[in-house]
């Protein structure tokens, strides 16, 4: 469509009494052209809502308005982020690293896994039924426990520093288990 | 005081400076929310959230650049989400609806000029409910409040192009609408008798 022809149906487009095609082509035509976009707007009816602007509103309209955005700043203000340099980037590794804890946590203790322990660390099936008369462990790599009986799974380790007195560690995960 | 002095001192903890902020911008973010949302109430809580977002952000912004972009795209966007939640609940139909707002805005205009004011503002507020909300940020940033479009399509987040359609289908709506419920401000224009509205 060319601007002659587009302009010449100005009045019956403004007026929705042309076929949606027609309007579309029209459309199509005011999209690409500035001249008849600006022609086609100096008519449109729709121009009434040109004059809305923004006219000023009296005091009492604002009443309550600042002391709730303090109150939302106040309750707010607490974590101040932009105050104390260095916090967000301080929050955001140890929830990193917390993130990392849980994800390896959560692939060694999944049930039904055994974890990437080498056969040879774990402990093997254990006809035990109590922590109490678990085997020890052997230092530096945890070993697993299942008791075929109950289902439960046990890992044990011991930490502490070489040349001490090490601790023992023992973890048993039963779904059963009500704390 | 100028802006960038006031910004810095809230950016310092000053809520003292953090209000004249406010009460320098509420107007602008008010109307712009209104116009978009469409609520007296919806608007003056999308200003209450822009105006927390902007303390939250204080750090990040640049004291020596102008802050109404930022307000007014934090606006824009909020206002945009508030209309999309308010729509699932509003009927589309219904009589005009009183406009508080318009009305207290009457109180600082001329008689006339508020009166006019006030009923054309009704009519926007009823017939623009059909408007997406797309349609109809983009109506509102540049046939009220002036922007070309390119400026609208930066704050929406879209292409020009994408803009003046949505000005083009907002324009045929509420043409439409005007022509068939006003038809004493449209200008001249009557409405064709075969294209009724469903």
Known sequence: MNCTTARGLRDPYLGGGLAPALERRIDRHLVRCPDCWSRFEAADPSLLFRGLGAPPLPDSFWAGFWPRVRAAIQADRGALPFR???????????????????????????????????????GGPSPLSGPGSLR???????TIDSPPATGARIYRFEVGA?????????????ERIDL | MDEALWIRRAREGDLDAFE????????????TAYRIVGAEEAAK???????VR??????????DRPLDPWLHRTTVNLAIDAFRRSRRFLPLTGDLEDRPAAARSAAADPPDAALARAEVQSIFDRLARHLTAAQRAAF???????????EAARTLGVRPSTVRNHLLNARRLLRRRLLQLYPEYAGGFRRRPEREEP
């Open chain 2, 20 to 31: 004249a902020i406010v009460r320098g911008k509420r107007e602008r973010v008010f109307w």
């Open chain 1, 136 to 142: 020890p462990a052997a230092r530096g790599l945890p």
């Open chain 2, 45 to 51: 809580d999308v200003a209450q959230t822009v105006f």
């Open chain 2, 54 to 63: 902007l303390w939250q952000n204080l750090g990040r912004i640049d004291p």
């Open chain 1, 162 to 174: 070489e040349g001490e007195l090490p601790t023992e560690v023992i973890l048993i995960f039963d």
């Open chain 2, 140 to 150: 509102v940033l540049v046939e009220i409040e002036g922007y070309r479009a390119d």
């Open chain 1, 84 to 122: 104390i340099p260095g916090l967000r980037p301080a929050a955001l590794l140890a929830a990193g690293v917390l993130l990392a804890a849980l994800i390896v946590g959560g692939w060694f203790l999944w049930p039904g896994r055994t974890g990437p322990l080498p056969e040879a660390a774990r």
